[in-house]
């Protein structure tokens, strides 16, 4: 008589069932453990903001020329190359022309076409801001195209204002825009009026 098997070796013993099933629950309970503790991946290009308003003053690359950007906000204070921070205003660049953009490495002398001044907003202060370019000094006795920019940072980049005038000699100044924001943050009312900053402070 041949020797079958028994009715126990072709069944599953539910004690191994229960066992497997809190291997599994186990092993998903760590992968999403994992998940909670390790951050996402910053995409490429993504940069962390550090600011609610950038203001940009520029004009043309290459440019010999010093052209200022002044900045007066709600609180009186007013922001300039020496004054570089006026209350939540932050002058993150003094561009001086062909005068600093520059440097010697290694011997070799390296260039930047650019020429703009950045201004950063670092909080969110209710009222007016006045943006003004102030033409300083010049090279080539040539006037000035400049440019103002006003991007909001947050929640997501966007252009609020851009416009350019022309600035004809040294000495010269411009309201470039006025802009005002309200407690959230939104841009309320944009303008050109003219308002002195410069003349206004005796400089």
Partial sequence: MAIGRSARDTETDPFYDMLFNMLIAFVFCFVIALLAFNPKARKAGDVPAKAEFIVTI????NNPNDVDA?????????????????????????DRGAKNSSVVVDGRLIESTV???I???????????????HYYESNDKSPVDVTATIIKVNPQAEIVFTGTQRLPSPGDERTMV?????DAGRVTDLNTRPLEIVQRAGL
């Fill in 119 to 133: 201004v950063t907003l670092r909080g969110l202060v209710p009222g007016e801001y006045v943006v003004n370019a």
């Fill in 178 to 182: 006025r802009f005002s924001i309200d």
């Fill in 58 to 61: 520029s004009w043309p690359d």
């Fill in 115 to 117: 020429r703009q001044e």
């Fill in 70 to 94: 002044w900045v007066l906000e709600p609180g009186g204070k007013t922001l300039w190359f020496r004054q570089r921070d006026a209350g939540m205003l932050h002058l993150d660049r003094d």
